[in-house]
């Protein structure tokens, strides 16, 4: 890169973040500051069933204000099922503000909700190009409060809402500043009614948030943006390396109890920590080729049914299908950056031998955390042979947006090598 062409510039945003045990109480409050009057919460049946929702309509209520529940999200959305949340806001408008309670899927379905409810179009217009327009909203949006059940994604914190477009068979996202809630509530209480499938797929969403963030490219390598240019993920940075650091060092400590003893309210708390830290960082540094393999891997799906999801279709849930592919992904990347990698194995299994081959570590300590908290052994133990590795090369090319930070290009070549070499992991 010419001298003077390389970027010098990185930017962080983040919405206001209420944290900790009964913080929820206190949204009818934090509503009213912003003059709200009609309410629109939005959650999934799953998370209705466990009461919250309803309680923080109920608490909403008690300050005066009008609350309509949506509890019909779909767990991981799609196109379809957004159409069908946007016609019930359009229907029921209009609304001051919204209310998100639950895991990523609710959240995200918010996010469509609050875009095509102050913005005029459709889904598709907004959705990245190719598979959508790429168009940018022309108002601003409502309020939205984000109120995460799940420790996992950290979309309480980010730009984008991930969807599944079923005609053309591909997860894509909508990604632009004004998506991002205005306040995050993380009240971990709410998250201890995960079921430990939940827990574990959700929390290698956390891990790998961090660790992609963490050995993404970084921001000096791209070349210089001017003003428009910059999107929200910018590579690898000092803040966004400060939250990915933090998020694995809370992990080593409360993942597996967290699975594996739910009621443990300090696990439960660092495993919240963790998810929202981990959404700060990889919100503003991007994450790159487990996550480029996970839309395929989702994508495609037979016939796997996971332990504590909704069994009436088939589906790999979005930490796991990160997951799968992550050991290897990480082999891939470590002559990007040794040292970053090595270091990520430290944080994260800080008692853990140090391997001969130091290329092995991050892998090892994955594979072991894995088997540990029961994530299928490889993308072969969720219904993928041989056969399907070069379809699955093919889908991950198509997130060109997450390979562009990558700490190393990887070829058509390298990720088949990448998901061949995940059918089995242990
Ligand atoms: N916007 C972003 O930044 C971002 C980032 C990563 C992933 N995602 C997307 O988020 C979605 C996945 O979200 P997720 O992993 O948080 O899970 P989820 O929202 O899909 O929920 C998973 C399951 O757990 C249940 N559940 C959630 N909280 C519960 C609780 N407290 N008690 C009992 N059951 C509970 C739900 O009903 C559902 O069946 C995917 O669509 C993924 O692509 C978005
Ligand atoms: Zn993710």
Redesign the pocket.
Known sequence: MPLGRAETVFTYGAPQLKFGAGSSDEIGYDLSQYGVRRVLLVT????AA?G?PQRVAEQISGFGMEVVVFDRAH???TDVSLAEAVGFARDGGPWDAFVAV???????TAKAVNLLTTNPGELLDYVNAPVGKGADPVNALQPLVAVP??T????ES?T???LDVLEQHVKSGISHPRLRPTLAVVDPL??M???PG?TA??GM?ILCHALESWTARPYTSYERKSPEQRVPYCGANPVGDMWSEKAMSLLATSFRTAVHHGEDEAAREQMAMAATFAGMGFGNAGVHIPHANAYPIAGRVRDFHPDG??DDEPMV???MAVALTAPEAFRFTFGADPERHVRAAELLAPVADRPDDLRDFLPDVLADLMRDIGIPNGIGAVGYDEGDVADLVKGTLQQQRLLATAPREASEDDLAGILHRSLELW
């Open positions: 999934d049946p799953g998370v466990t919250h767990v991981e959305p639950g895991g990523g899927s609710a959240i995200d059940t799940t996992g994604t950290g979309s980010t984008v809402c991930v709410l998250t009614t995960q079921p939940v797929a959700c969403d999801y909704p849930p979005h930490g």
